[in-house]
DNA sequence: ACAAAAACATACTAACCGGTATGTTTTTAA
DNA sequence: TTAAAAACATACCGGTTAGTATGTTTTTGT
C-alpha cells in the first residue's frame, strides 16, 4: 500500500498547482491526468468525484502548509508586534510556492467556491478561524505582558490584519508586482506600532 | 436604434448580476439566454464572444458604478479622515446591490480571471488605480490642510486602506456574516484617527 | 412604398466536461 | 502458491459548452 499512497499525493499536489495557477473550475480532471500521468481509473479509484479530491487538497495540504506559515509563528514567544510583522514579510515575501501574480491559494479557493460549495467553504473557514485565533490570542498575550495597549481590542486587529492580507494578494495579482507587498508591509508596520 | 440598444443593456445587466452571483467561468451564455429571454442569434448579434460581453460589463457597467461609490465620495471638500471612513462605511454597510455572501463584484472577477484574461485584467487595473489616485490626493490634501500628519505616506496610506477592503470582502464572502465588516470598520476608524 | 441593412430567431456542431462500465494488472494475505 | 482484493487502464457516454450557419423579421433611410 506504498504506491499507492503515492499516486494519490502525486495526484493531490499537481492538482494543486494546477488550481492554484488556473483556479479550480478551470482545471479539468483531464488536466490533471495529463500533468500527473495517472489515468482516469486510478483517478477515480482514489477520489469518487473532482469535489472530493478538492476538500483533500484543502484538508491534505493547503491546511498543514497554512499552518506551518501561518499559525505555527504566532505562538512564538516575544513581541506580538514584531511577531505578526515577521510572520507576514515571510508570507509575502520568503514563501516559495507563492507567486504574486497567482495570489493565495486560500483566497482564491474562498472567492471561487463561497458561497456555492458548502464542503470547500466549510474547509476554509477552519484555516480562517485558525488564523485569527492565532492573531487574537497572540495579542492578548501582548496586553497582559504591558506590550500592547490596554484599549487594544485583540479582535480587531486580527479582522483588520488579515483582511489587509487577503487584500494586498488580490491587488499583488491585479497588479502582477511585488512591489506593492513592500508599500503594504510598511503601513502594516506603522499600524502594528500604534498598538504598543 | 433604440430597442437593440435595450436588448443589449438588458444583457449587460442580467449578465452582470448571473457573474456576480455564481462567477464568470460558471455563468454560460446559455444561463444568460435563459434569464434574459434573448435568443442566441441576438446575443452573438451584440457579442462577438463571451469575453467581449465581459469586458463590456466592466467598462459600461461596473466602472461607472464603482465610480459613484469609491471614487466620487472622495473628491468632496472636508476632513479626511472623515471622508474615506465614510466612503467605507456606505460601501460595506449601505450599498444596495452588493451582498455579503457574494462579497464585491470587481474582487471576484480579479481572483477568477488574473492572470489568464489580459483584457479582464488591464479593465479591472483602470478600476483600482483610479481609487487608490482618489485615496492618495485626498490624503496630500489632508496634509497641505494639516489635518493629517506631515510624516504620513499617502501611497502607502492608500494600499493599506484599499487592502484592508478586498479582504474584508473576501472575510465576509467567506463567514457570510455582515457583523464582520462592523468589526473591520472599528479598526479602520482606530488606524485613520491615527493619520491626524 | 420599398430596398437595404440591422436586429433577431432556430437548428446545429465540434470539443470538452465529469463520470462510469468493464476490463487487466499488481499487491496482499493465508 | 494461490485466490481475493486492491490498484490501475481503456473505452465509452450523456450532458453542456461556446460558437456558427442560415435563416426570418424588423427597422431605417430615401
Redesign the pocket.
Known amino acids: ?4 499512497a ?3 499525493l502525486n495526484i493531490l499536489q499537481k492538482a494543486f498547482g494546477l488550481i492554484y495557477e488556473k483556479g479550480y473550475q478551470t ?5 490533471i491526468l495529463a500533468t500527473t500521468g ?5 483517478f ?3 477520489f ?4 472530493e479530491m478538492g476538500v483533500a487538497i484543502i484538508n491534505e495540504l493547503l491546511k498543514p502548509s497554512f499552518a506551518g506559515s501561518f499559525i505555527r509563528p504566532l505562538q512564538a514567544n516575544g513581541d506580538p508586534v514584531d511577531i505578526i510583522y515577521d510572520m507576514m514579510y515571510d508570507i509575502l515575501m520568503k514563501n516559495k510556492f507563492m507567486k504574486v501574480e497567482y495570489g493565495c491559494p486560500a483566497a482564491n479557493l474562498t472567492l471561487e467556491m463561497a458561497p456555492w460549495h458548502h464542503d470547500f467553504t466549510k474547509a476554509l473557514n477552519e484555516l480562517s478561524d485558525q488564523w485569527k485565533k492565532g492573531i487574537t490570542d497572540i495579542i492578548k498575550k501582548g496586553k497582559k505582558a504591558g506590550l500592547i495597549r490596554p484599549d487594544v481590542k485583540p479582535e480587531q486587529v486580527a479582522v483588520f490584519v488579515m483582511s489587509g492580507y487577503w487584500g494586498i494578494r488580490n491587488i499583488g495579482k491585479l497588479s502582477n508586482n511585488k512591489a506593492v507587498y513592500l508599500v503594504f508591509l510598511q503601513q502594516l508596520k506603522t499600524y502594528l506600532e500604534t498598538l504598543r
Open positions: 500500500m506504498k504506491k499507492a503515492a499516486t494519490r482545471t479539468s480532471v483531464d488536466d495517472v489515468t482516469k481509473g486510478a477515480y479509484y482514489h469518487k468525484n473532482k469535489d
